[in-house]
């Protein structure tokens, strides 16, 4: 299927991970920009990066900007540019190489489910709309 979805800052997040449930939390809270998510689980999600060449991974975030697919460490940084002022500095990461930045990436996801535990995203009215059940 080659269908087109207008999201243009569209997250992939582990929905049955605390760490992740939290993490889009945030990313509602201090977006400055539209920001759309789906569960990796999902269907659509393995469509639409199966689209993209991709096979899903839960362990890792993926985040489709303008058509330019973004994972782990990249991805999480590319968030951070369409947030608030608090967090766009962390942007400046960017600059460092993927080898030097994925490994701490890799670290931290490995460990994800004992960061956080047992937190679901339960979005407000005003929130449904970011995300992509089907």
């Known amino acids: 299927m080659t269908e087109r979805y207008s999201y243009?800052?569209?997250?992939?997040?582990?929905?049955?991970?605390?760490?992740?449930?939290?993490?889009?939390?945030?990313i509602l809270k201090n977006r400055k920009t539209e920001f759309y998510f789906i569960p990796l689980q999902s269907p659509k999600a393995v469509e639409l990066l199966s689209q993209k060449?991709?096979?899903?991974?839960?362990?890792?975030?993926?985040f489709l900007k303008d058509e330019h697919l973004y994972q782990k460490s990249a991805a999480a940084l590319q968030i951070c540019r369409g947030l608030n002022w608090k967090f766009k500095w962390m942007f400046l990461f960017y600059f460092l190489p993927v080898f030097l930045r994925d490994p701490f990436y890799n670290w931290v996801a490995k460990r994800r489910h004992r960061l956080r535990k047992g937190y679901c995203v339960v979005p407000d009215a005003d929130e449904k709309k970011y995300f992509i059940n089907e």
């Open 53 to 62: 060449k991709v096979s899903v991974t839960m362990d890792t975030i993926y």
């Open 8 to 26: 243009k800052q569209l997250v992939f997040y582990d929905g049955d991970c605390g760490f992740c449930n939290s993490s889009v939390q945030l």
